[in-house]
C-alpha cells in the first residue's frame, strides 16, 4: 500500500484481494489480518481463488463498481462546469453590438 500511496493518484479506487485462499496449510496472512488491514487502509477486503474459481469475478465486479460510482459523483460537476461556460458565452454573445459582431466576423 505505500508503493500505491506514493505514486498513485489520491482518487484512484483501491481493493485489497487476498489470493490463493484454496492453499489453506500455507496460508501467511489470516482472514482477520486481512479485514484489519483493509480497514486501516480504508479499503474493501475480498479473498479468491482462480482455482477454486471463488471471489475472482466479484473481485472485478468490486473493483469496476467502485470506479463507476466515482466517475458518476465527479460526471454531473464538469457538465455543469461546462453549462456555466456555455451559459456565459451566450450572454456575452447577446451582449455584444452588431458592430462587435461584424468585426469579428470578417477577421
Not at 468490486?62 to 460526471?75: D, G, H, L, N, P
Request: hydrophobic share 25%.
Amino acid at each position: 500500500m505505500n508503493e500505491v500511496e506514493k505514486h498513485a493518484s489520491d482518487n484512484i479506487s483501491r481493493i485489497l484481494v487476498g489470493n490463493k485462499s484454496d492453499m489453506e496449510d500455507s496460508r501467511q496472512v489470516s482472514t482477520d489480518e486481512g479485514r484489519e488491514l483493509a480497514e486501516h487502509y480504508n479499503v474493501r477486503f475480498l479473498e479468491t481463488s482462480a482455482k477454486d474459481c471463488k471471489n475472482v469475478e466479484e473481485a472485478f465486479t468490486m473493483m469496476t463498481r467502485e470506479i463507476k460510482s466515482r466517475v458518476a459523483i465527479t460526471q454531473p460537476k464538469r457538465a455543469t462546469e461546462c453549462k456555466n461556460k456555455n451559459i456565459g458565452l451566450i450572454s456575452n454573445y447577446r451582449n455584444s453590438s452588431p458592430k462587435n459582431l461584424k468585426r469579428s466576423t470578417s477577421n
